[in-house]
DNA sequence: TTACAAAACTAACGCTTATTAGTTTTATTG
DNA sequence: CAATAAAACTAATAAGCGTTAGTTTTGTAA
């Protein structure tokens, strides 16, 4: 009868969330089963329902936090940051800075949103599209004065999301490209080009 | 007591391997079931088995085909194009295209590798592996001869490709952006950057 | 020590899953 | 028309799923 460690998390049922987000980033939402999740925190698969409500809240806890933390973050940034580059820019860093740091809980919320159970699922594409929306006006402002190349704003406002999500593999890699190296590198690329 | 029809596609077993990668894109591959899957088809379940062996054969048949058709591809670039920079621009020209001709294919690939069983599993990671590792040296070639300016190619071969792979975002919204605007202006963004 | 609440346990429920076996229907060919 | 092969069917299997009910243990505070 081992009991659930908070560890680092405040409560038990933090714990319960960050070791779901591990399980499901490895075996995805679908494939990883209760009892597997209770093995990991060393109880039984019925002793969880002291904590939670169901398998599916658990995944509207972590989408829920990471739309969360990107919502504040964008938030900061439109109002703290000056020109539209130095914002795009701050983006950048935060993707960069959130994936070393909540990797597991992004990329269940990346990867396993569509299993969310409405009215959750609608509420988080509602986010990620406002969220898009706010780049590309972000870009288009850039473009408006002169700050940025005239091309089209929704493959710019594609190309840079992707390019951040696409973290997800450095994370496997990191080792061998420091995290500065990677966030200058990056936003170089992307506002400069790799043209010489 | 209805036929499995063929479509399109040359055999029996292609169909019905086209319909699991619809499904697999919509559910998920684990999500998804063998009796949703003959349903689609107009059959029972049971009946799929008279043309496949397993489930998980249906998504070693997908993973498999799209890997043939990227190392087709890579291949044909390497031999034809001159310049590196050309080289890329052909990459991101053919990601964009396999992006809109076989979606669903390359979208499960994409997002249901995970599932795959060994020996395909690391089949798929070492041939994933080589394609990067091989952008990676087209990136080198073209900064040792001044083609491009140096950047870490690790993370610009990351950029390049999640950005070509987050076209699959593109898919839901093509009809505000043309084939040809997303090639160029994405190849333009991805080589001369973002800043005027 | 007693009382109470939190949180673990065991056991089971009803349901879904991929897959198999055995049978029947359909289509093709001699 | 008869024979054969392809491909459908029905029925059942064993395993795993999330979850619930009821019970027992554990930790805390009076």
Redesign the pocket.
């Known amino acids: ?4 460690q908070p560890g680092n998390s405040a409560t ?1 049922k933090e714990a319960i969330i960050q070791k779901a987000a591990t399980l499901f980033k490895v075996k995805s939402y679908t ?8 093995e990991m ?11 939670i ?5 658990l995944l509207q806890a972590i989408c829920c936090k990471v739309v969360k933390e990107f919502a504040v973050n964008l938030n900061l940034i439109e109002c703290n940051s000056t020109s539209n580059i130095s914002k795009i820019e701050a983006i950048i860093r935060f993707h960069i800075r959130i994936m070393l740091y909540n990797f597991d809980e992004v990329y269940v919320a990346n990867h396993e949103w569509k299993h969310l159970k409405e009215p959750y699922l609608s509420d988080f594409l509602n986010f990620r599209r406002s969220y898009e929306k706010k780049l590309i006006v972000l870009i288009e402002s850039g473009m408006a004065n002169n700050e940025l190349k005239i091309i089209n704003p929704y493959v710019a406002t594609l190309t840079i999301l992707s390019a951040v999500r696409g973290l997800e593999f450095w994370h496997g890699h990191k080792k061998n490209v420091s995290q500065e190296v990677l966030e200058n590198d990056m936003i170089n690329h992307l506002l400069t080009g790799l043209l010489r």
């Open positions: 009868m081992a009991k659930i038990k494939a990883a089963s209760m009892r597997e999740l209770a925190l060393g109880v039984e698969a019925s002793s969880l329902y002291n904590h409500g169901s398998k599916s809240e």
